[in-house]
């Protein structure tokens, strides 16, 4: 089956700092990718919509400039935490899929930890 | 708006016994209805998924889920347990915009005793 390889799997930063989670798709092309955000013991929250070549569709309440995505290429997505904060402390998941409405390829997480 | 209910965090069973993991979910429309497996360190793999057609919906690893519109629910079953089934489960129902946009419920967490 299709694969999707997050990176890193887990990463410790100090408040204010960035960080940038990459999201690939090994052995297809995505031309859509999700990025969702779960907190212990909830639910996987949809933060973003990425698509190649354009800017991303974000949901309400997720703030574009803290969370920065770029969907660069057919295979490579990124989301950037900004001047993290210790409430930005939480997994994320990516996904992709060759097509639209086409099925959901997850990726393994990122588990941030800001202190 | 819409929404999914997992009433179950966790879960323990023996292996070999029956397994009925709830979903109810709260949604406008007929809706696109997902059940993943999340293992350790590893990403979400679909187990199954209803769009519409037979009610009873068969997925991988001997897993099935019964949609009952009736009740708003989605449960997941499996009639004999094994140890490697320990994992973290997820019900999902596509958002409006595309079944791409899903809606998760906050999981079931699966303990199998030997």
């Known amino acids: 089956g299709a694969v999707v390889s997050q990176h890193p799997s887990r990463v410790i930063c100090k408040s204010g700092t960035s960080v940038k989670i990459e999201c690939r798709s090994l052995?297809?092309?995505?031309?859509?990718m999700f990025w969702y955000r779960q907190f212990p013991k909830q639910s996987l929250m949809l933060m973003a919509t990425?698509?190649?070549?354009?800017?991303?569709?974000?949901e309400q309440g997720v703030e574009k400039d803290k969370f920065l995505i770029n969907h660069a290429s057919l295979t490579l997505s990124t989301l950037t935490v900004t001047s993290a904060h210790p409430e930005d402390s939480s997994f994320y998941i990516c996904?992709?899929?060759?097509?639209?409405?086409?099925?959901?390829?997850f990726g393994s997480g990122t588990q941030l930890s800001v202190l | 708006a819409q929404s999914v209910t997992q009433p179950d965090i966790h879960i323990t069973v023996s292996e070999g016994a029956s397994l009925e993991l709830r979903c109810n979910y709260s949604?406008?429309?007929?809706?696109?209805l997902f059940w993943y497996v999340q293992s350790p360190g590893q990403g979400l793999q679909l187990l199954l998924k209803?769009?519409?057609?037979?009610?009873l919906v068969q997925g991988i690893k001997g897993f099935e889920a019964e949609f009952k519109r009736s009740q708003s629910s989605f449960n997941l079953r499996k009639p004999s347990v094994h140890w490697s089934d320990a994992a973290e489960y997820f019900c999902?129902?596509?958002?409006?915009?595309?079944?791409?946009?899903?809606?998760f419920g906050a999981g079931t967490r699966l303990a199998v005793h030997p």
């Open positions: 052995d297809f092309q995505a031309t859509t």
């Open positions: 949604y406008g429309a007929t809706p696109y």
């Open positions: 996904s992709a899929s060759k097509r639209e409405n086409e099925k959901l390829f």
């Open positions: 990425s698509n190649e070549g354009s800017k991303a569709t974000y």
């Open positions: 209803y769009f519409s057609g037979d009610t």
């Open positions: 999902a129902v596509g958002a409006p915009g595309g079944y791409n946009k899903l809606i």
